[in-house]
Structures are given as structure tokens and as C-alpha cells.
T-cell receptor
Framework: AQSVTQPDIHITVSEGASLELRCNYS??????LFWYVQSPGQGLQLLLK??????LVQGIKGFEAEFKRSQSSFNLRKPSVHWSDAAEYFCAVYIDDYKLSFGAGTTVTVRA | NAGVTQTPKFRVLKTGQSMTLLCAQDMNHEYMYWYRQDPGMGLRLIHY???????AKGEVPDGYNVSRLKKQNFLLGLESAAPSQTSVYFCASSFKNIQYFGAGTRLSVL
């Protein structure tokens, strides 16, 4: 069955430092992959997506992600974290009939 | 520019009570979804709809019913609430493989 694994439950990073969130997927065909962000008390907002083409994808808020088929990974990165990046981040993959399968999420804490 | 609107935002129920959560979207999307979010489990799909008048079961449908009488609305019902249904519920609609989410409904069942 298709699935998404986010190995890190919680990450703490200093403001201004770089951030990388890991995502591994299990899917037979070429996956459609997504990263969403959820700020406290809010809904989910799409950060970026990968459907095909260039494996380095740029998103909103200065985030980027790289699709690596050989590693079944779609890791999210940001070069310099801002306090407002404190949130929960979800990786997701389309499975069938336009349904998404979500990872369990990674909570990011930003310290001053 | 409302997007996906969920009503209510918060609700407290007693075990055995019923309620309906309303999701409305103004983007003319065909597909709509109901998820529940629980700590450490990400979002799990409850039910979804691929168009007006259609519904289908997702990953965790037991204890919930849905209706899609109008294209813009997707209702989630709990006929007899249980404490295990305490959760945050999210509605989404999708277009061109991208899902757009509402702000969520926080439900507590005592």
C-alpha cells in the first residue's frame, strides 16, 4: 500500500539556521508529492508540489524540496528559518481517485 | 475570497448526541473530502465525494455519514457521538490534483 513516512516527530532549530525535514514514500508509480504546513490553530496550506520534471521544486515562504526517486524521498529544506516557520509540516502523496495519504507530521520549533 | 469554509469552529458534545459539520466551497470544485487529525497520526480520510450526489468511504468511515446534495456543500454527520471521535476535523476540496483545506473544526466528545 502507498504510504508516507516522516521519520522526525519534532525538530528544534535556531532562528537563522537551515532546516531540513525528511519524507519517504512508498509508491509503485511516479508519485505526486506535496508538502503542507499547518500553523497553530489553522488549516493546512500548500507549500509546494512535485508532479514531474525538475526534481528540485521551489515553493512559497522560501521553501524548496528535492525529489529523489532512487531514495524514495522528497525532503523539504529552507536555508534560513524565521520564527514564523514554527508549525507542523506534513508530507503527502496522491494514491488513487484523487486521494492523499499523509505522513504523521513533523513539528518544528524555532528558538531565538 | 472565502475558499473552503467550515462551520462550526468548535463544538463540545456529550456521548450519544448527534451533530452535523458543514463544509462549503466557492471554487466550483468537483472533489471534496473530510479528514480527521489526531496527534501523531497525520490526517486520515473519513469520506470523500467525486461530485454532487456521490459519496465514498475513506480510511476511517465508521461512525460517520456524509451527504453532497449540492456541489458546493459537503456535510459530515455524527449520529451518536463517542469519545473516540474527539478530534480536529478538516474539510478539503480539490482541483487539478491540489487539495485546499478549511480552517478545521475542533470537536470534543465528553
Amino acid at each position: 500500500a502507498q504510504s508516507v513516512t516522516q521519520p522526525d516527530i519534532h525538530i528544534t532549530v535556531s532562528e537563522g539556521a537551515s532546516l531540513e525535514l525528511r519524507c519517504n514514500y512508498s509508491y509503485g508509480a511516479t508519485p505526486y508529492l506535496f508538502w503542507y504546513v499547518q500553523s497553530p490553530g489553522q488549516g493546512l496550506q500548500l507549500l509546494l508540489k512535485y508532479f514531474s520534471g525538475d526534481t528540485l521544486v521551489q515553493g512559497i515562504k522560501g521553501f524548496e524540496a528535492e525529489f529523489k526517486r532512487s531514495q524514495s524521498s522528497f525532503n523539504l529544506r529552507k536555508p534560513s528559518v524565521h520564527w514564523s516557520d514554527a508549525a507542523e509540516y506534513f508530507c503527502a502523496v496522491y494514491i488513487d481517485d484523487y486521494k492523499l495519504s499523509f505522513g504523521a507530521g513533523t513539528t518544528v520549533t524555532v528558538r531565538a | 475570497n472565502a475558499g473552503v469554509t467550515q462551520t462550526p469552529k468548535f463544538r463540545v458534545l456529550k456521548t450519544g448526541q448527534s451533530m452535523t459539520l458543514l463544509c462549503a466551497q466557492d471554487m466550483n470544485h468537483e472533489y471534496m473530502y473530510w479528514y480527521r487529525q489526531d496527534p501523531g497520526m497525520g490526517l486520515r480520510l473519513i469520506h470523500y465525494s467525486v461530485g454532487e450526489g456521490t459519496t465514498a468511504k475513506g480510511e476511517v468511515p465508521d461512525g460517520y455519514n456524509v451527504s453532497r446534495l449540492k456541489k458546493q456543500n459537503f456535510l459530515l454527520g455524527l449520529e451518536s457521538a463517542a469519545p473516540s471521535q474527539t478530534s480536529v476535523y478538516f474539510c478539503a476540496s480539490s482541483f487539478k490534483n491540489i487539495q485546499y483545506f478549511g480552517a478545521g473544526t475542533r470537536l470534543s466528545v465528553l
